[in-house]
């Protein structure tokens, strides 16, 4: 073979190649045993090998109790309304975003909701105190009954109450002929009954009496 039949020879070889696809070039350097695959499919088998990767190195970092930014879960806010009748009203569903690396996932689940309604509890009752209560009395004079004197043995009078320990008070009266103090004992909220010593306007007589008693406040 002369030198000008191998030059023509290798050129023509060289013709050839430029003008085969480059995909077929490519899967003609294929080592033997693979299987050569198009760029944009091994382009897509690599983003999922990293993105895999990532969530790997996301759950590595959880578990190791470290921060990052390749797991994060963002809530929607949920309101719940509670009515001053005592009526509650929420929304219908609980919603969270997940984003995991390029990953976004939405997540919705049914809530079930537990609300109680506690109200303020009353306040305690004072058991001692001063107190400007008014009473309407009535006295009984006993000793009214053991003289000739025309002494009444009843008589009504306005009674004042300033101090209270329990069910125990201190209690002022005048009437139109007495006046007088004691203590007296809450039978019920409005009603008492007291003992005390009175004294009479006239001559400034003393002596026990008995009475009862109505409170307007």
């Not at 499919?41 to 999922?48: H, N, T, Y």
């Not at 879960?73 to 009748?85: G, S």
């Not at 909220?189 to 008995?210: C, Q, T």
Request: glycine residues 6%.
């Amino acid at each position: 073979m002369s030198k000008l039949t191998l030059f023509l020879a290798v050129m023509t070889a060289s013709i050839l190649l430029c003008a085969i696809p480059s995909e077929v070039k490519a899967q003609n350097i294929c080592p033997e045993g693979y299987k050569c695959i198009p760029n944009e499919v091994a382009e897509r088998w690599k983003a999922i090998l990293e993105e895999r990767q990532c969530q790997d190195e996301a759950l590595d970092a959880l578990e190791q109790g470290l921060e990052t930014d390749k797991l994060k879960v963002t809530y929607e806010p949920y309101e719940v309304i509670v009515t001053q009748d005592g009526q509650v009203f929420d929304r219908d569903e609980l919603v969270a975003h997940l984003e995991w690396c390029n990953t976004k996932i939405k997540v919705t689940a049914k809530p079930q909701l537990k609300v109680n309604i506690k109200k303020d509890a009353p306040e305690a009752t004072p058991t001692w105190g001063f107190r400007l209560r008014v009473r309407l009395a009535v006295n009984v004079w006993p000793k009214a009954l053991f003289t000739s004197e025309e002494v009444p043995v009843l008589e009504p009078a306005l009674a004042l109450e300033p101090f209270y320990l329990h069910n125990f008070h201190l209690i002022t009266w005048a009437g139109f002929q007495t006046f007088g103090a004691g203590v007296g004992y809450d039978v019920t909220r409005n009603a008492n009954v007291y003992v005390g010593a009175g004294g009479r306007w006239a001559n400034a007589e003393f002596g026990p009496v008995l009475g009862v008693s109505l409170s307007f406040n």
